[in-house]
């Protein structure tokens, strides 16, 4: 079960951010900076996968984006990181070849992308 | 409206917009329909009353011509339903799954599940139509429709019984999936949707949980899989993951179980770092299960202590000591204690807790047991519980030969280093009982006498000749230092007690330190030194020599 996406850049700010769950917007927040300052310490070497609090966190970083999912614990992680790469290519044939600076104004039609692939 | 929901996602708060939404979702333009509805979906939540207004503009709009229209309405609904709009909109969903517009009943399923998780009473307004979607041949609507099925089966137990009745349609549909030749739309590096594989596995998995027949039936399909998959990229990896895991979990025959194993052998020494922390995660699981196969591969765990990954070094270390057993616990140890050095605090008082727990039980000897302790509590003494402490202490009075030994080792220990409490606290405590033995430079070696390879490992320890005032040095030393917690401080308090039975010549000395703790700011201190003082004036007949 999927329990949240985020789309973080290298600075740590939040391009995209979609909630599975409720989660109220303090809460929101406070856990979205410290996973992302997790994720943003771990190097090349290190591997995709962490454990926060009581779910899972997968994440890959493409060029200057952070893809991070927050998933539950009996999700299979390594189908999480294909699933990743799934969206990536979404947003690529669709902005024909995507980069950073196309997410942050177009966010609605990034959102409205999501919709169509039905999540 | 756009930028309104940008900042919501950036964490302000954005209340304002919820009635400029419904404006928006109830116009007649597609694209205000889509702005309005994901203002709904990130805006709206059950605690507000709002949202009961967008029901009837969302029952409209699921009969409206266009298939998009009808799909954001489903879609919205998935998201945000509450107990009264699921109530009142199921109707609508269940009719709208079986309509012949795949894109329109892909987006049904889905919003269906959601209802069933949300309130799973209305589960049975759904289940027949679920065989008809397992039987479609639009992949899409087939993934959608397992994620119901099994959504349904999570929530419910007993529909287990009635969904085993649809395996043999799983399993030839994973048969046409790995069978099948290169179909471009569902691809992914040569593997053919993966992710209805994985889906199919896990709810096989659910199936044959506790079920003879079901598992019958799947132990070839499962083997299947597991041999034709290519897993050279992390596609195949995915696929054989689920597969073991549905190995692991149902009731399958040996032959499979030791094939599944096999696989997390291979992926332990792939050079790949979430295929190895997959792989021991698993096997963590199925230690229980298993043990033998598992202790195979555990020279490979034990070099992924030395990783450089936080998470592959949590996971080894957790498999290690659970594969601790009599015959291997020498060289366990030796890795993980080696590893303490290295570690972060958090992991340090695990590893101190397990290491005494693993001891304790599969020691070879007295002596390496001792050993094993001391060792653990000089290196990670601070970060270890206090109940520990009586423990060690319990132990160490139980075995006589090595008091000496454990005398020596505790006190050099203790001149080197007084500010970890619990190592201060046992080492006092033992130099209190035993500071004769030491002393005298007694130390007693007869127990697991002389075992070649114990002696070359830990090296020689040189005997320490020790008088009685360098003794009362260190503890002075103790004593008076700001590092010392109050419990440690009586600890060394009785301690110099204890000795001035056991010293013969520095009796002036002792009685000097204690009564200068007669006027001490700490109670518990101050009555314990004048009681001691007392017990010097008054009682000194009483004192014999200490055999």
Known sequence: MLKFVLLVNKQGQTRLSQYYEYVPVEERVTTEADIVRKCLSRNEESCSFMEYKNFKVVFRRYASLYFIVGVDNSENELSILEFIHNIVETFDRYFESVCELDVSPLHTVVYASKISIGF | MAKLLYIHMLGYPAHFGQMETLKLIASP???????????????????????ILITNCMKNDMHHQVQYVVGLALCALGSICSEEMSRDLSGEVEKLLKSSNPYIVRKAALCAARIVRKVPDLMEV???????????????????????????????????????????NLVRMLKNLIMAGYSPEHDVHGISDPFLQVRVLRLMRMLGKGDEDTSEMMNDILAQVATNTDSSKNVGHSILYETVLTIMDIQ?????????????????????????????????????????????????????????????????????????????????????????????????????????????????????????VLTVLIKAGSYMQEELVFTIIAM???????????????YVALTNDISQQPLVQVAIWAVGEYGDLLVTGQVENEIGGGEEEEEEEEGRREVVQVTEDEVLDVLERVLQSPQSSPATRQYTLNSVMKLSSRFSTSLPRIKAMVSSYGNNMDMELQQRAVEYCAIFSKHDNMRTEHK
């Open chain 2, 252 to 372: 399958s025959e040996s032959g499979l179980r030791v094939l599944a194993v096999n696989i997390l052998g291979r992926f332990l020494s792939n050079s790949d770092r979430n295929v190895r922390y997959v792989a021991l995660n698993t096997l963590l699981r199925t230690v229980s299960v298993d043990y033998n196969a598992v202790q195979r591969h555990r020279s490979t765990i034990l070099d992924c202590l030395k990783e450089s990954d936080v998470s592959i070094r949590r996971r080894a270390l957790e498999l290690s000591f659970a594969l601790v057993n009599k015959n291997n616990i020498r060289t366990i140890m030796k890795e993980v204690l080696a590893f303490l050095d290295v570690a972060e605090p958090e992991f340090k008082s695990f590893i101190a807790t397990n290491s005494l727990v693993a001891a304790e039980k599969h020691s070879p000897n007295k002596r390496w047991h001792i050993d094993t």
């Open chain 2, 126 to 168: 759904f289940v027949p139509t679920t065989r008809q979607l397992l039987s479609e041949k639009n992949h899409a609507v087939l993934l959608t429709g397992i994620c119901l099925v099994t959504e349904m089966c999570t929530v419910n137990p007993d529909s287990l019984q009635h969904f085993r009745r649809f395996l043999p």
């Open chain 2, 396 to 410: 160490l009075s139980q075995t006589d030969q090595l008091h000496g030994y454990h005398t020596q080792r505790l």
């Open chain 2, 29 to 51: 333009r597609f694209s205000d329909k889509r702005l309005g509805y994901l203002g709904a979906m990130m805006l709206l939540d059950e605690r507000q009353d709002i949202h």
